[in-house]
T-cell receptor, first 112, second 117 residues
Framework: KNEVEQSPQNLTAQEGEFITINCSYSVGISALHWLQQHPGGGIVSLFMLSSGKKKHGRLIATINIQEKHSSLHITASHPRDSAVYICAVRWYSGGGADGLTFGKGTHLIIQP | GAGVSQSPRYKVTKRGQDVALRCDPISGHVSLYWYRQALGQGPEFLTYFNYEAQQDKSGLPNDRFSAERPEGSISTLTIQRTEQRDSAMYRC???????????????FGSGTRLTVV
């Protein structure tokens, strides 16, 4: 079973600050996803990574396969970025099956 | 359809009753995942399918939970003899490709809020 740890669990920052959310996992993976869940409950898939770095607008996601670690960065943060950010990993569980494990999420609040 | 559709949106049921939750993925999507999320908690994986084949059901809490996807499209998650601890948001997600082809992301449904009273 893959263990997924996110940090911090809660983060409150001021508008404009650079935000970093971290995700570590224990077993080799085929892909890592960063998800955003808004207070109303809807989930949006932000990034899927298997190596390197991806950027979309003010969001940047990086992954280090050797260190089993990924980070999600938000530049010039804005109150509308307030949400729960969830890391999820797909991994080989053996016997031809894949597993999917979610982190507990990071609750981000950006204050104006 | 344009997105992943789940029904019903809300379900209130009495303890001991069976419930069936439906997920209609995006047409052509190969992989379909079920997961649930209790209030204030992160998502918990339940099971997933590639086409009609159930690949991994290790996340199903117990044998009251079952899922099927008989024609490789619509999937039904069934909970028998519901208990209050089954109350949660049940979501599904679909993906264009099989899970080892790590180039495609998920599209999530809006979920079914199940309340067992």
């Amino acid at each position: 079973k893959n263990e997924v740890e996110q940090s911090p669990q809660n983060l409150t920052a001021q508008e404009g600050e650079f935000i970093t959310i971290n995700c570590s996992y224990s077993v080799g993976i085929s892909a890592l996803h960063w998800l955003q869940q808004h207070p109303g409950g809807g989930i949006v898939s932000l990034f899927m990574l298997s190596s390197g770095k991806k950027k979309h607008g003010r969001l940047i996601a990086t992954i280090n396969i050797q260190e089993k670690h990924s980070s999600l960065h938000i530049t010039a943060s804005h109150p509308r970025d307030s949400a729960v950010y969830i890391c999820a990993v797909r991994w080989y569980s053996g016997g031809g099956a894949d597993g999917l494990t979610f982190g507990k999420g990071t609750h981000l609040i950006i204050q104006p | 359809g344009a997105g992943v559709s789940q029904s019903p949106r809300y379900k209130v049921t009495k303890r001991g009753q069976d419930v069936a939750l439906r997920c209609d993925p995006i047409s052509g999507h190969v992989s379909l995942y079920w997961y649930r999320q209790a209030l204030g908690q992160g998502p918990e994986f339940l099971t997933y399918f590639n086409y009609e084949a159930q690949q991994d059901k290790s996340g199903l809490p117990n044998d009251r939970f079952s899922a099927e996807r008989p024609e490789g499209s619509i999937s039904t998650l069934t909970i028998q003899r519901t208990e209050q601890r089954d109350s949660a948001m049940y979501r599904c997600a679909s993906s264009l490709a099989m899970v080892r082809q790590a180039n495609y992301g998920y599209t999530f449904g809006s979920g079914t809020r199940l309340t067992v009273v």
